[in-house]
């Protein structure tokens, strides 16, 4: 099958471009798994916070901000942040509110808004109502949808086998047939650097990194719906209502090669602990427990753009915990380039984004 560009990968990397392209170009997107966003995708906590992550994702950040919010009726809704931390992280908890703009809050404000957070360990709090939940499944439909509206095909259980590469461009054999394009888009997630290996393309050296996740019922029967997400500092745990429920994270970075992640019991168990130590409501069951691979570049930044050596072949990648709240101007980006239109971003964040900083 023939198309005009050739998407690897169906997340929300991959799926975003497509529909950005799509009505452009003919757009033929591969998608290993049975569903689309099945791996990191689809085990996003979901939040939309505009000063998280280093300063060219701050301003996909900003430049995605109003997406969000407008289009096909917005995909945001109210959540705010509090940040807690013991007594004896004074230091490390003033620089990352700083770095994430929160202001700090009495703890009598604090313990109001949530009420479960322990007198005798929490001694300092910072909050912000920026963060905003993100309905993760509704941005992935969204762009599918206008990715088959402007005529891109989407193929599932497609996982790819062999690339090869001549006069007529990419040529891609999977376990459900073969597709050609002259422009191939590496969106492939953990597996980018693999992707790249297979079409002779040199990796750019990005690594997985797991993330748990537990889901535990409402502490004490609370009613959470209304309380922030709530970050422990030092990165040190995360619990977010969901659903009438908590969801705890152990916040752990651990290196990994591409694979469908699964949460460790150690990991997990020591997070809850970190968690458990803040609060006075013990955790007593988990309902359910995942992990997903957050694959983050060299320098921690997404990689958009045409390959140094071999321009036909597209980095789409790197997007690390940040896809989804990037993804609209990620793939306004991929799409400008991909198509030769002049970038709405600032020339240096596209020099910023470009795989050109990691030639040699």
Do not use: C
């Not at 009420?115 to 309905?135: C, E, F, Q």
């Not at 988990?286 to 140094?308: K, Q």
């Not at 690390?320 to 600032?346: E, K, N």
């Amino acid at each position: 099958m023939n198309s005009d560009i050739l998407v690897i990968g169906g997340g929300i990397a991959g799926i975003s471009a497509a529909a950005r392209l799509s009505g452009h170009a003919s757009v033929t997107v591969l998608e290993g798994e049975e569903a689309l966003g099945y791996h990191a995708s689809g085990r996003s906590a979901a939040m939309f916070e505009r000063e998280y992550g280093n300063r060219a994702v701050r301003a996909l950040n900003h430049a995605s901000e109003a997406y969000h919010e407008t289009a096909n009726g917005g995909v945001l809704s109210p959540r705010g942040i509090m940040m807690v931390a013991r007594a004896d992280k004074v230091a490390g908890f003033r620089h990352e509110i700083k770095e994430m703009h929160l202001q700090p809050i009495d703890l009598s404000d604090a313990f109001a808004k949530v009420p479960i957070l322990n007198r005798k360990t929490v001694a300092m709090a910072a909050a912000s109502d920026g963060a905003r939940d993100l309905d993760a499944d509704r941005l992935l439909q969204n762009f599918a949808g206008e990715a088959r509206r402007g005529g891109a095909s989407i193929h599932l259980k497609s996982s790819v086998i062999a690339i090869t590469h001549d006069a007529g461009g990419w040529h891609v054999e999977t376990a459900r047939g073969s597709f050609s394009a002259p422009i191939l888009v590496n969106a492939a997630g953990p597996w980018v650097d693999e992707i790249a290996r297979m079409a002779g393309v040199a990796p750019l050296g990005f690594t997985p990194f797991r993330r748990s996740m537990a889901q535990i019922p409402a502490p004490g029967g609370h009613d959470v719906t209304g309380w922030p997400m709530l970050h422990g500092a030092g990165e040190s745990w995360y619990a977010k209502p969901d659903a009438g429920k908590l969801l705890v994270s152990p916040s752990e970075e651990h290196p990994m090669t591409p694979h469908d992640a699964w949460a460790d019991d150690m990991v997990l168990a020591e997070g809850l602990a970190r968690y458990e130590e803040m609060v006075n409501e013990p955790v007593t069951r988990l309902e359910t427990s995942w992990a997903g691979l957050r694959t983050f570049s060299p320098d921690r930044a997404l990689v958009i753009g045409r390959d140094s050596v071999r321009p036909d072949f597209f980095w789409l990648a790197g997007q690390g915990g940040y896809g989804f709240q990037t993804a609209p101007a990620a793939s306004q980006l991929a799409r400008d380039l991909i198509l030769g239109a002049p970038p709405d971003l600032d020339a240096d964040l596209v020099a910023d984004l470009s795989p050109a900083r990691f030639a040699h």
